[in-house]
């Protein structure tokens, strides 16, 4: 398994990363950002996201990232509701930045479309990819 980039995730070309699992019937996913997208922001400083039962749509803005460089939208990797919102990180946005991929998630959303999935990078994929932009 690479460590910047877990097998176990599907990711975007946004550089948001999704954990699917099976859960009561459907499927839930985790989202957050890459390694990549920390390392790019710098320190977080405050992060924006939806508050639980709002409805996101896959590619459209479900938040934003405050860093020391720079403000940036968050976009999201798929089409849902959301189940649960990661709270600590208001008051502890650093979470994003120490742990990206278990205590730095951002929100949980019950799939809407899992079609949707097809359109995401595997881990393999998503290093060629970051690899490929020069980033």
């Known amino acids: 398994m690479s460590t910047l980039y877990p097998d176990d995730l599907l990711y975007t070309k946004d550089h948001e990363w999704a954990r699917v699992e099976d859960r009561n019937g459907g499927k839930v996913a985790t989202i957050g950002i890459t390694k990549f997208a920390v390392e790019q922001l710098g320190d977080v400083t405050q992060i924006e996201l939806p508050k639980e039962g709002e409805a996101v749509k896959q590619a459209e803005i479900f938040g934003s990232v405050e860093s020391v460089k720079a403000v940036s939208d968050l976009f999201a990797p798929l089409s849902g509701k959301v189940v649960k919102v990661n709270s600590p990180l208001g ?45």
């Open 91 to 135: 008051d502890s946005p650093e979470y994003v930045n120490e742990d990206p991929y278990d205590e730095g998630w951002m929100i949980q959303i019950a799939i809407a479309n899992t079609d949707e999935l097809k359109g995401l990078m595997d881990a393999d994929a998503y290093q060629t990819f970051v690899r490929e932009q020069g980033e």
